[in-house]
Nanobody, 127 residues
Framework: QVQLVESGGGLVQAGGSLRLSCAASGRTDSSYAVGWFRQAPGKEREFVAAISWTGGSTSYTDHVKGRFTISRDNAKNTVYLQMNSLKPEDTAVYYC????????????????????WGQGTQVTVSS
């Protein structure tokens, strides 16, 4: 089993930045692709970004391209989501998730592709 813990959320003004972290513990010897999803009040949980085990492949929803960057440090078992130029519509609970299979870019966008989820961290962007 893998446990995921997100951190780094908070309140920020529009145009500001935050960096989220997703720390993995437990059975981290396997190769996991990791995705970030977010869920705003009253809305479905949606895909934000994903990164392959090696970090060589990344994907983003169009809503965050050019503003968010996903990266990982496998030595630290941690995946990051750098969020710049934040907008009020980025306000949501952000979740990281790990997949135990190799995902295509299309598969990485689907919640069902992921086996392990964190508890989420709140990001609030004020206007």
């Amino acid at each position: 089993q893998v446990q995921l813990v997100e951190s780094g959320g908070g309140l920020v003004q529009a145009g500001g930045s935050l960096r989220l972290s997703c720390a993995a513990s437990g059975r981290t010897d396997s190769s996991y692709a990791v995705g970030w999803f977010r869920q705003a009040p009253g809305k479905e949980r949606e895909f934000v970004a994903a990164i392959s085990w090696t970090g060589g492949s990344t994907s983003y929803t169009d809503h965050v391209k050019g503003r968010f960057t996903i990266s990982r440090d496998n030595a630290k078992n941690t995946v990051y989501l750098q969020m710049n130029s934040l907008k009020p519509e980025d306000t949501a609970v952000y979740y990281c998730a790990a997949a135990t299979t190799i995902l295509t870019a299309a598969q990485a966008m689907a919640r069902r592709a992921y086996d392990h989820w964190g508890q989420g961290t709140q990001v609030t962007v004020s206007s």
